[in-house]
């Protein structure tokens, strides 16, 4: 023992590599190990008579995920994870530089409580309220019908993509789930760029004359621009890969998390399913590797 001690010492590499054999040894037999089977398994094929998985090559599953139906399902995804990431980014940077700037000790951790306080609830029984909120029985009906604002509520539900019967069975309320769901994850890395953001910079460009308009453009949102596309890969990829709301809320159009879980589960379909995962993967692959140029990784 004591000579294994000292050739740890005498070797710290050798050392942070015991330390770090176990969790490696996890992360490349569990994670990167069941993925690299997965994508195998998108180049797979199905026969039709027996249901069946064919093992031997095939690019059968990449022709039918870019079907004009299937195809459909993907842009429908990235829209709406577009959608969320823009919409999450314009209410939380406010937010998050009042915390910031603005708010002393006391207001902040409240702030920080108010945003963190939805997650320490159950995923599922916050998009259940809200389908309860959103339906047309629900809380927002009721608001509109007392400020005397149903007809822009029906106009809003009349809307030919994003309207539907009730708020709970739209693109629209979906969107608005998604944004409360994943607001928090753009609050935080926002805050933490701002927070790096040094005062005498602010005060610097007053001295020479900078309008406040004008100091936030060419100073602080440069700066904050990293914590913002840090913030954005967790809206966009949670958006991309959620199957609950998508089921929950709206007019059960599929996105690529519930198509995945169709074509897996009920349909048996594992090479089509291994297909659609491999979108999302490309996506954030790219993604990651923009956020990284942007630095990102440093506002994280």
């Known amino acids: 023992m004591r000579r294994a001690v000292n050739f740890l010492y005498a070797h710290p590499n050798a050392a942070l590599l015991l330390l770090l054999l176990l969790p490696m040894a996890w992360l490349v037999i569990f994670y990167l190990g069941s993925l690299s089977a997965m994508v195998v398994q998108s180049f797979y094929s199905l026969d039709d008579f027996s249901g069946r998985v064919i093992p031997e090559f095939s690019v059968f599953s990449y022709q039918e995920l870019f079907s004009p139906a299937n195809f459909d399902v993907v842009l429908r995804t990235l829209s709406m994870a577009a959608a969320v990431t823009l919409a999450s980014a314009v209410i939380a940077f406010p937010l998050a530089y009042f915390m910031a700037r603005y708010a002393s000790a006391r207001i902040k951790g409240l702030l920080f409580l108010g945003v963190m306080l939805p997650l320490w609830s159950s995923y599922l029984v916050r998009v259940y309220a809200w389908k309860l909120i959103l339906a047309n029985e629900g809380m927002i009906s009721w608001g509109a019908e007392q400020l005397g604002l149903t007809g822009v509520l029906n106009w809003i539900l009349s809307l030919p993509v994003i309207g539907g019967p009730s708020l709970s069975f739209s693109y629209f309320g979906m969107f608005i789930v998604f944004v409360y769901i994943w607001l928090p994850y753009m609050v935080l890395p926002i805050n933490a760029a ?23 453009r060419k100073v602080v949102l440069p700066l904050a621009f990293p914590g913002i596309v840090a913030g954005s890969i967790f809206t966009f990829s949670l958006t991309l890969g959620d199957y609950i709301i998508p089921s929950i809320i709206g007019d059960s159009a599929r996105f690529i998390g519930s198509a995945v879980l169709l074509y897996q589960g009920t349909a048996g379909n594992l090479p089509l399913a291994a297909a659609f995962t491999v979108v999302p993967i490309v996506i954030m692959g790219a993604y990651l590797l923009l956020a990284r140029r942007l630095g990102a990784f440093d506002a994280l």
Request: hydrophobic share 30%.
């Open 194 to 216: 701002l927070e790096r953001v040094p005062k005498s910079l602010t005060e610097a460009s007053a001295d020479l004359g900078g309008r406040p308009r004008y100091t936030f």
